[in-house]
């Protein structure tokens, strides 16, 4: 059973950084797509970015730029570096895990909040 434990969430102002970190309970990068996805309060959960088996990352248009998506095999960690960070990018980030023909995992999520 696949259990995702975001951290790195917090208050930030507009232009600065965070980090965001997701622990996987296993080894699970070569059979599974990580991924972020953000839900702003009254609108669904949208895809951030997800970052392949092969290492291959993909990102929504409204981050590309901003945002990088990288792991640690060895820590079993996947990471969200957020950059030249906005007021519309505060939601609840959540970790997901994908294998082809399974159910999706989550994780719990990890509030960012981008304000002065």
């Known amino acids: 059973q696949v259990q995702l434990v975001e951290s790195g969430g917090g208050l930030v102002q507009p232009g600065g950084s965070l980090r965001l970190s997701c622990i996987a309970s296993?080894?699970?990068?070569?059979?599974?797509?990580m991924g972020w996805y953000r839900q702003a309060p009254g609108k669904q959960r949208e895809f951030v970015a997800t970052l392949n088996s092969s290492g291959r990352t993909n990102y929504a248009d409204s981050v590309k730029g901003r945002f990088t998506i990288s792991r640690d095999v060895a820590k079993n960690t996947v990471y969200l570096q957020m950059n030249s960070l906005r007021p519309e990018d505060t939601a609840v980030y959540f970790c997901?895990?994908?294998?082809?023909?399974?159910?999706?995992?989550w994780g719990q999520g990890t509030q960012v909040t981008v304000s002065s």
């Open positions: 296993g080894s699970i990068f070569n059979s599974h797509v």
């Open positions: 997901n895990a994908q294998r082809l023909g399974f159910a999706s995992k």
